[in-house]
């Protein structure tokens, strides 16, 4: 947050570095953890007695996440992830061969 003291950090300066991490590549879990950080720093402050305000990072959206993946699997691992089915199952095996 620069220069910026904990005091005066505003959700405004949050907005503008969750921004500022997007434009930057960063994913939507990296920015949730520098809020996450910003949010203990707050918090250890108000039990220690160093500031009496609320948190800024309350009025701030986390970014939203989207963990799906997409995944292939090769040919070796096709016959390999098939071979064992049919070890396994009677159903899996009849499934297969049709």
């Known amino acids: 947050m620069g220069n910026i003291p904990l005091k005066g950090i505003s959700p405004f300066d949050l907005e503008k570095m969750k921004s500022k991490m997007l434009k930057a590549g960063k994913t939507p879990r990296t ?11 707050h918090n250890l402050a108000v039990t220690q007695g160093l500031l009496d305000c609320a948190c800024p990072v309350k ?3 986390t970014p939203r996440r989207d963990n799906r ?4 699997l090769s040919h070796e691992q096709a016959d390999a992830l098939l071979e064992e089915l049919v070890k396994q ?3 899996a095996r009849t499934a297969i061969e049709q």
């Open 69 to 72: 993946r997409l995944a292939f």
């Open 31 to 41: 920015i949730e953890y520098a809020l996450a950080i910003v949010r203990q720093v």
């Open 59 to 61: 009025r701030v959206k």
């Open 89 to 91: 199952s009677h159903q």
